[in-house]
């Protein structure tokens, strides 16, 4: 099982970002696909997640309507667009992927509360958001 994210870099604040993650070793059209950041010194958190399933996604508010995931099925990958990003934006950003969560989905994936369920995830990729 591998998710290999990539895309981040070091973007003035207002500027944008796509972060891309592939995945492969596990049958991606029955998981749903989360985007996680850790800052320094924090513990993870979930940023925003879909389900393959069905489409649906989820957002942490301090995101809402400046992140957008998306869905590549035929790719096996999974993106999310920044934009207007804040210095408080900075983190390593990883992608996790979980069988369909039970229960509430946005709990599930870390998006609301501090605790999240996963069966894999990837490395990160660093975001910086510096003038």
């Known amino acids: 099982v591998q998710l290999v994210e990539s895309g981040g870099g070091l973007v003035q604040p207002g500027g944008s970002l796509r972060l891309s993650c592939v995945a492969s070793?596990?049958?991606?059209?029955?998981?749903?696909i989360g985007w996680f950041r850790q800052a320094p010194g924090k513990e993870p958190e979930g940023v925003a997640c879909?389900?393959?399933?069905?489409?649906?996604?989820y957002y942490r508010d301090s995101v809402k309507g400046r992140f957008t995931i998306s869905s590549d099925k035929a790719r096996n990958t999974v993106y999310l667009q920044m934009k207007s990003l804040k210095p408080e934006d900075t983190a390593v950003y990883f992608c996790?992927?979980?069988?369909?969560?039970?229960?509430?989905?946005?709990?599930?994936?870390?998006?609301?509360?501090?605790?999240?369920?996963?069966?894999?995830r990837g490395q990160g990729t660093q975001v910086t958001v510096s003038s």
């Open positions: 996790a992927a979980a069988t369909p969560p039970p229960w509430n989905t946005a709990v599930y994936m870390g998006i609301i509360g501090d605790t999240y369920w996963i069966d894999y």
């Open positions: 070793g596990f049958t991606f059209d029955d998981y749903t």
């Open positions: 879909i389900s393959n399933n069905d489409g649906i996604t």
